[in-house]
């Protein structure tokens, strides 16, 4: 079975930075598909960003895009996600997703039915 933590979250100002980590812990994810998916009040989930097993590919939400990034590191089974330039609009809580069907594939998806495990999710808020 596999647990995953975000942290990170935090209170910043618009146009500042946080960085989210989705920590793994039970089993090894290092093989698997991570996402990002976001979830505001009175709001439907919607996806943010996703990276593949290797890293060699990532997927953007184009509200983010270009101020958001998805790495990973496998060796410290740990996937993060670093946000500049946020924005009031960002404000969410934030969750990572593994997809353990796909593992060692390169493709990204951004629909959330293709993931299984999920976190707990960690509260950003950005203040204007």
């Known amino acids: 079975q596999v647990q995953l933590v975000e942290s990170g979250g935090g209170l910043v100002q618009a146009g500042g930075s946080l960085r989210l980590s989705c920590a793994a812990s039970g089993r090894t994810v290092s093989m698997y598909p991570i996402a990002w998916f976001r979830q505001a009040p009175g709001k439907e989930r919607e996806f943010v960003a996703a990276?593949?097993?290797?890293?060699?590919?990532?997927h953007y939400a184009d509200s983010v895009k270009g101020r958001f990034t998805v790495s990973r590191d496998n060796a410290k089974n740990t996937v993060y996600l670093q946000m500049n330039s946020l924005k009031p609009e960002d404000t969410a809580v934030y969750y990572c997703a593994a997809d353990q069907r796909k593992y060692y594939s390169e493709t990204v998806y951004s629909s959330a039915n293709e993931y299984d495990y999920w976190g707990q999710g960690t509260q950003v808020t950005v203040s204007s």
């Open positions: 990276i593949s097993w290797s890293g060699g590919s990532t």
